[in-house]
């Protein structure tokens, strides 16, 4: 008597296609959740660049320098984590950033004093 163990080519092909199938409903989650991850670290870098940004006008504020940043090289950057605007625009007043828009790995962050909102990937 012989002992068939194994399985058909029926079998293996079904589990194939579920796999597929598997794959194709776990892939766009996958993919969303890492764009999510990429939003969420431009815009957490957003705030410590605004934060950094804030932290130089104090200083120069209290030097006797009513000077504020003008260039993404005035900001110590490389002091805090995080990836450094490649384009910014800040609205300032008495010292204090009002508003404004940073550019950051590809994704455009619209700051209005308190929130920064990622606008576009």
């Known amino acids: 008597m012989r002992s068939n163990?194994?399985?058909?080519?029926i079998e293996l092909l079904a589990v194939i296609v579920i796999l597929a199938i598997i794959a194709l409903i776990a892939t766009p989650m996958v993919l969303n959740t890492i764009d999510d991850a990429r939003k969420g670290?431009?815009?957490?870098?957003?705030?410590?660049?605004i934060k950094e940004v804030e932290t130089k006008i104090a200083l120069n504020m209290m030097n006797g320098s009513n000077n504020a940043?003008?260039?993404i090289?005035?900001?110590?950057?490389?002091?805090?984590?995080?990836?450094?605007?490649?384009s910014v625009t800040l609205n300032l007043e008495n010292?204090?950033?009002q508003s404004g828009t940073l550019v950051i790995k590809g994704y455009t962050i619209a700051y209005d004093g308190t929130v920064a909102t990622v606008t576009n990937p």
């Open 69 to 71: 940043p003008t260039l």
């Open 95 to 97: 010292g204090v950033i």
């Open 73 to 86: 090289t005035d900001v110590d950057f490389a002091k805090v984590k995080g990836d450094a605007p490649t």
């Open 41 to 49: 670290a431009a815009q957490s870098s957003a705030y410590t660049y």
């Open 5 to 9: 163990k194994g399985f058909t080519l």
